[in-house]
C-alpha cells in the first residue's frame, strides 16, 4: 500500500465553484501534512502546511486534515483561472517526504 | 532571500551518457533532497544529503548517485542514461517539516 493516495483527475470546474482536492494515507501516526501547486513545467510550490487534525485557513485555500478517517483535503473558494495547474499532497514523517500523484485542476472562465 | 535554485534549467543526452545537476538550497537549510518526476507522476524520492553525507535513499539504481558540498550545495550524478530517465528532476531542500523545491532540471534522454 503507498503512503499516501491521490485522485489524479482531471478536474475542471467553472470560475467561481469551490474545489475540494482529497488524498488519503496509510498511517494513522502520520502528522505533518502539506499541498503543493504545481505549474506546467515549473517545481512545485508549497501552498498549505498543517500539523495534526483540523483546518487551516489562508485566503481562498482551506487545508482540512481528518486523522481519524486518514483523508486530507484543500478546498479553494471563488475559484479563478490563475489556480489551473496540478495540486499534490504530500505527508512528513521521520526523514521523508510523500507525495501523491496529483490532481490536474482547470478552472474554466 | 534567495530560495533553491538548480542548474541547468533544460538539457537533452544521449543513450549511455552521463549526467550532473546542481542545486543550491534556500538560505539557511542545510539539508538537501531529490526527487525525479516523470510526466502526470507524482516527485519520486531519490536521495537525501545532510552534512555531506547520503542520509537516505529511495528505490533507484546506483546510477544515481550525488553529492553535497560543505556549503550545502549538492549534485545528481546519473550514469548510462536510458530513455526512461528522461524526466524533471526536482532538488528540495528542507528545514523541520517543510520542503521547498526548486524550479527542477528538464532532462530528455534520446
Known amino acids: 500500500q503507498k503512503e499516501v493516495e491521490q485522485d489524479p483527475g482531471p478536474l475542471s470546474v467553472p470560475e467561481g465553484a469551490i474545489v475540494s482536492l482529497n488524498c488519503t494515507y496509510s498511517?494513522?501516526?502520520?502528522?505533518?501534512f502539506m499541498w503543493y501547486r504545481q505549474y506546467s513545467r515549473k517545481g512545485p510550490e508549497l501552498l498549505m502546511y498543517?500539523?495534526?487534525?483540523g483546518n487551516k485557513e489562508d485566503g481562498r485555500f482551506t487545508a482540512q486534515v481528518d486523522k481519524s478517517s486518514k483523508y486530507i483535503s484543500l478546498f479553494i473558494r471563488d475559484s479563478q483561472p490563475s489556480d489551473s495547474a496540478t495540486y499534490l499532497c504530500?505527508?512528513?514523517?521521520?526523514?521523508?517526504?510523500?507525495f501523491g500523484t496529483g490532481t490536474s485542476l482547470t478552472v474554466i472562465p | 532571500d534567495a530560495g533553491v535554485t538548480q542548474s541547468p534549467t533544460h538539457l537533452i543526452k544521449t543513450r549511455g551518457q552521463q549526467v550532473t545537476l546542481r542545486c543550491s538550497p534556500k538560505?539557511?537549510?542545510?539539508?538537501v533532497s531529490w526527487y525525479q518526476q516523470a510526466l502526470g507522476q507524482g516527485p519520486q524520492f531519490i536521495f537525501q544529503?545532510?552534512?555531506?553525507?547520503?542520509?537516505q535513499r529511495g528505490n533507484f539504481p546506483d546510477r544515481f548517485s550525488g553529492h553535497q558540498f560543505p556549503n550545502y550545495s549538492s549534485e545528481l550524478n546519473v550514469n548510462a542514461l536510458l530513455l526512461g530517465d528522461s524526466a524533471l528532476y526536482l532538488c528540495?531542500?528542507?528545514?523541520?517539516?517543510?520542503?521547498?523545491f526548486g524550479e527542477g532540471s528538464w532532462l530528455t534522454v534520446v
Open positions: 528540495a531542500s528542507s528545514s523541520g517539516n517543510t520542503i521547498y
Open positions: 498511517n494513522s501516526a502520520f502528522q505533518y
Open positions: 498543517t500539523y495534526s487534525s
Open positions: 504530500a505527508i512528513h514523517t521521520g526523514n521523508q517526504f510523500y
Open positions: 538560505s539557511g537549510h542545510d539539508t
Open positions: 544529503y545532510y552534512e555531506e553525507e547520503e542520509r
